[in-house]
């Protein structure tokens, strides 16, 4: 499935509910590693794991598996529906984003009479940023297709309103009329990624040219500012990974609305 439909199917679900490598590739990411810890250890709503890997039944030899390494909120079971049900559509490569299953349970039962002998799958989900009122959730999907050059990754961010009980757009975050405003500021952190960027300092023209800019609003609420994340290939080749783009609060005053900027930034 393309991440344009991929993404298409979630935004459907929360609408409806209420959006040849040994495994992926690394991130790239502009915030520093130490804080990234401090992100996932805010109070917020209680989790637990739900983690397991399944090979398919009674296959000998080389057989497809797939892993789950994902989480449940017992006191929340819609969302824990919604993150089944969303990493289950993040499944597949076909661009029309039909699937003939909507669960975790469902995608397993199909994979297994589809899958060749080398197919695997990485499903996994982890809140990338927790308080009292929002739980911030990454979605990431890793696909190996037997004969493939390397696995298929996608990644999609949950912001939940833990009071509202409903999952935030960017329509949701942004001032009225305030999209294209965002846009630039994302533009302009991308501009501060590429001068970290190895392979853009060396022929920045050559770069710009293969991996142009894009726009994106799969972002994730931080203490730092907005975070938006890409799929592989999305602004930068394959070997990349899915880089990360920080907008730091200060950089979205007038942008975002009031109640989602600490007041630090404000």
């Known amino acids: ?30 915030i520093p590693a130490d804080q990234l810890a401090a992100q996932t250890s805010k109070q917020g709503l209680f989790t637990q794991p739900v983690a397991w890997t399944h090979q398919k039944p009674g296959c ?8 789950l390494d994902s989480i449940a909120f017992p006191g929340v079971p819609v969302l824990t529906r919604l993150v089944d049900h969303a ?13 003939p299953y909507d669960t975790i349970a469902g995608y397993e039962d199909y994979f297994w009479k589809t899958a ?8 996994s989900a982890k809140t990338r940023y927790r308080n009292k009122s929002l739980t911030v959730i990454e979605l990431d ?24 009980h409903r999952v935030l757009g960017i329509a949701d975050v942004l001032r009225p009329g305030a999209h294209p405003a ?17 392979d853009a300092r060396r022929d920045p023209q050559t770069y710009d040219r293969v991996w142009p800019f894009q726009p ?4 994730a609420l931080t203490d730092q500012g907005l975070v938006v994340k890409y799929d592989s290939y999305q602004i930068a080749p394959y070997s990349s990974g899915q880089p990360e783009l920080l907008i730091p609060y200060p950089a979205l005053k007038g942008i975002l609305r009031d109640e989602y900027i600490p007041g630090a930034a404000r």
């Open 1 to 30: 499935m393309t991440s344009f439909a991929a993404r298409s199917c979630l935004l459907s679900l929360t609408a409806a509910l209420l959006t040849a490598c040994a495994g992926p590739p690394s991130d790239i990411s502009l």
């Open 182 to 198: 965002y846009v630039a500021a994302l533009a302009d952190a991308h501009k501060q990624w590429l001068a970290h960027n190895a």
């Open 216 to 219: 994106s609003d799969n972002f």
């Open 141 to 164: 999907t890793w696909q190996y297709y037997t004969g493939a050059a390397h696995g298929i990754s996608a990644t999609q961010f949950l912001n939940w309103d833990n009071d509202r």
């Open 116 to 123: 060749s002998p080398r197919d695997s799958v990485v499903l």
């Open 87 to 99: 990493l289950a559509v993040m499944t597949g490569v076909d661009a029309s984003g039909i699937h």
């Open 60 to 67: 000998k030899g080389e057989c497809p598996t797939i892993e």
